[in-house]
């Protein structure tokens, strides 16, 4: 059964605090719809209207582009483990870059990892629960160190490089404006 709230409980707070992996779906007015999957301990709950992750390098910047020309994001959690509640987060989103105003305040929730490119802030204007019973159980036996090994390796001028190169558009061609002033 699938329940609306407006703001976040405190025990969807906890739910939330116990997921190992986070999806995050975006799409401009025109174009694709972006679906991505996101890890490695990088989402926080910042009140119980506001969430934010601490998005790293990848392959596109699709979400960064897609809030700068719409806007939409939704947020999507889901429990693996043994109660199952599927949590999805409706609102508005914004990144914020190093270069930004607001950085300073909003990075300090988060550990700092190699290839940060950006933080995307949820505004939340509506949050709904489901049950999840078709989802299967299990375990995460351990967190990828994949990326983390990747972005050191190419060192900050690489990662510079990459974004200028990977980063800039999206694949329907939409700015993102990831390395603007």
Known sequence: MAHFYDKLTPELREFITRQH???VASAA?????????KGMDTFRVLDDGRVAYLDLTGSGN???GHLLHDGRLTIMLCSFDEKPLILRLYGRGRSVRPRDP?????????????????????????LQTSCGFGVPQFTVPTERQTLI????????HGIQKYWAEKNQKTIDGLDTKLLES
């Open 102 to 126: 607001a950085w300073p305040e909003l990075i300090v929730h988060f550990t700092q990892l190699p290839g940060q490119r950006q933080i995307i802030v949820l505004d939340i204007e509506s």
């Open 62 to 64: 699709e979400t960064a």
């Open 149 to 156: 090994e990747w972005t050191a390796k190419k060192g900050p």
């Open 29 to 37: 007015a025109n174009g694709r719809v972006n679906l991505s999957p």
């Open 21 to 23: 992996v986070f999806f």
